[in-house]
Nanobody, 117 residues
Framework: QVQLVESGGGLVQAGGSLRLSCAASGSIFRLSSVGWYRQAPGKQRELVADVTAGGTTNYADSVQGRFTISRDNAKNTVYLQMNSVKPEDTAVYYC???????????WGQGTQVTVSS
């Protein structure tokens, strides 16, 4: 069983920055892809960014150039640096750990990010 604990959410003004962190328990973190998803009120959950075990990153078009995902395998932690945030970035942000080979997929409890205009 893997537990994912997000932190770093909050209220930020448009144009500001925020860094989210997600700490994972267990020993499969370094073998897994990890990512950030978000869900705004009335909308479906969507991928924001993810990073594979090998370090390949992928971003949604809406955050490309503004957000940066990174991982620290020594700390079992994935980060999302959010710069130049916009009101439309307001959502609950969820951390995800995925390992197809081992058949694992875990979600964190979510952290609220609110961007004021």
């Amino acid at each position: 069983q893997v537990q994912l604990v997000e932190s770093g959410g909050g209220l930020v003004q448009a144009g500001g920055s925020l860094r989210l962190s997600c700490a994972a328990s267990g020993s499969i973190f370094r073998l897994s892809s990890v990512g950030w998803y978000r869900q705004a009120p009335g909308k479906q959950r969507e991928l924001v960014a993810d990073v594979t075990a090998g370090g390949t990153t992928n971003y949604a078009d809406s955050v490309q150039g503004r957000f940066t995902i990174s991982r620290d395998n020594a700390k079992n932690t994935v980060y999302l640096q959010m710069n130049s945030v916009k009101p439309e970035d307001t959502a609950v942000y969820y951390c995800n750990l995925d390992n197809h080979r081992l058949g694992y997929n875990y979600w964190g409890q979510g952290t609220q990010v609110t961007v004021s205009s």
